[in-house]
C-alpha cells in the first residue's frame, strides 16, 4: 500500500523546508551517502512496542468508557466516542507508516509519521489525560500516560531521524551531479583520446 | 545471536501490566489504607500509613525504571533467563496487585509482593548490568 501521489509530493516539499540544513553549501560531512543506514533503532524499538501496547489501550479505554457511559453527560458521550474511533484509526496509519518509513528509509512516509503523531495524536491523549470533565479514572490515567511517554519519545526521535535522511537524500542529490559530470568529461577525453591514438594502432595491427 | 522470539514482546507486556497497577494503586491506595487502620483512626495515623504506601510505591518506580533501563538498552533483552524469571514475577505481581486493589488488601501485604516481585528482578538487572559493562561478557 503506498501513499497516493499528491500526499507524498506535499510531504517531500514539507520535508524539504523544515528538515534540510540551508545553511550548509554543499554535503561536508557525508562520507559516502550509499553506505550509510539512516534507519533509527531507537525509533524502531518504540514503534514495534507501540504495536503490541495499543491493543491494551484499546481494550482498558473502551472497558472503562462502557463502565461509565451511563454517568457522563450527553455532550461528553458524544465527543469520547468520537475521540476513541479517532485515535484507533490514526493509530493504525501512523504505525503503519512509522514502519514503512522507518525501515525503507523513505521520507515521505516518515513525515507523515511524524506530523501525525505531533499534530493529531498528541492533541486528543493531552485531551485524554487532562480533561477533568470526563470523570477520569485510576486505570485509564494509568495507560494515557504510557501511552503519553510513547508519543513523545517518537516525535523527538523521529525528527532526528527525518533530519538525518532528508540531508543524506540532499547530499546524494549533490553528488549525483559531480558524477554527472565526471561521466561527461570521461567521455570527451576518451574519444579525443582514441582519436589520436587509433592512426598509430592501426598499422601494427595489419603487419 | 539472540534471537527476537516471542519472549521480547511478553517480557514487555507483563512489565508494562505490573506498572500500570502501580500507576493505578497511585490514586487508588484510600481503601487500602483504610483497611489497615482500625475502624476509628486519627487523621495522624492516615497519614503515616499514606506516606508508607507512597514510599513503597515510588520505590516500586524507581526499580522499574532500572529494569526498563536494562530491558530498553538491550542489556538483557535477549537473555532468555533473566526475561523468563522477569516474566514470572511481574506475572504474579500483576495479579497480586489486582486482588490488592479489588479485596482492599493491608498496606502491609504491598511490602511482600514488593520484595518478591519489584526487587529481585531489578536485582537479577543489576547483576546482568554489572556482567555485561564490568565483565565484559555477551548477554546471550
Known sequence: ?207 | MGQVSGLVPSRFLTLLAHLVIVITIFWTRDDNIRASLPPSFTSDQYKKEDSELVTALSITLGLFLIELAGFFSGVSMFNNTQSLFSIALHCCAAVSLAFFVFESWECSTYWYIFTFCSVLPAFTEVIMFITVFVLKKKSF
Open chain 1, 1 to 207: 500500500m503506498e501513499l497516493p501521489n499528491q500526499v507524498r509530493q506535499r510531504l517531500a516539499n514539507f520535508s524539504r523546508t523544515v528538515f534540510i540544513d540551508t545553511n550548509r553549501t554543499g554535503p561536508e560531512f557525508y562520507g559516502n551517502p550509499d553506505n550509510e543506514i539512516v534507519s533509527s533503532l531507537a525509533l524502531q524499538i518504540s514503534l514495534y512496542f507501540n504495536i503490541y501496547f495499543f491493543p491494551f489501550w484499546w481494550v482498558c479505554n473502551i472497558i472503562m468508557l462502557h463502565l461509565k457511559y451511563p454517568i457522563l453527560p450527553d455532550y461528553y458521550k458524544f465527543i469520547l466516542v468520537t475521540v476513541v474511533i479517532l485515535i484507533t484509526l490514526i493509530e493504525a496509519i501512523r504505525l503503519y507508516l512509522g514502519y514503512m518509513g522507518n525501515l525503507q528509509e523513505k521520507v515521505p512516509e516518515l513525515a507523515g509519521f511524524w506530523l501525525l503523531t505531533l499534530l493529531l495524536q498528541s492533541p486528543l491523549i493531552f485531551f485524554l489525560l487532562f480533561n477533568e470533565g470526563l470523570t477520569i479514572q485510576p486505570l485509564e490515567r494509568a495507560v494515557n500516560i504510557i501511552f503519553t511517554f510513547f508519543l513523545t519519545f517518537q516525535i523527538v526521535v523521529a525528527f532526528l531521524a527525518l533530519k538525518k535522511m532528508a540531508n543524506q537524500l540532499a547530499a546524494r542529490f549533490h553528488l549525483q551531479d559531480f558524477d554527472h559530470f565526471d561521466r561527461e568529461k570521461r567521455k570527451t577525453h576518451d574519444s579525443r583520446f582514441l582519436s589520436q591514438h587509433l592512426e598509430e594502432f592501426h598499422p601494427t595491427a595489419v603487419e
